[in-house]
C-alpha cells in the first residue's frame, strides 16, 4: 500500500513539472480578434483642447466628447467681415 502511493505520488510529481512550462514567452491561446473601428472627424479645424473619450466608450449621436479651440477661425471670420464692409463702403464711393 505504501509503494503504490509512493509511485502515484511520484508519477503526479513528474506529470506536474512536465505540464509546467518553464518558457513563459510563449502564448498558450492564439486567435484573431474583430472590431468595427469608426472614424470620428471634427466639423472645425483647430487645436483639440478636450477629449472625454476612453478606447471603447459607447457614444450617441450629436452627443459632444470634446473641445476645440476655434479662435483663429473666429478671427478669420471677423477679418472677412471687416474686409466685406470695406469693399461695400468703396463700392457706393464709386456711385
Known sequence: MKIKTIVL???????????????NDKSDAYGNFEATEII?????????????????????????????????LWLKKKLLVSQKRSVAS??????
Open 9 to 23: 505520488l511520484t508519477f503526479t510529481g513528474f506529470f506536474l513539472m512536465v505540464s509546467c512550462s518553464i518558457d
Open 40 to 72: 470620428v472627424s471634427a466639423q472645425a479645424a483647430g487645436e483639440l483642447l478636450r477629449l472625454d473619450l476612453e478606447e471603447g466608450d459607447r457614444i450617441e449621436k450629436d452627443e459632444v466628447v470634446g473641445l476645440i479651440d476655434t479662435t483663429d
Open 90 to 95: 468703396q463700392l457706393t464711393s464709386i456711385d
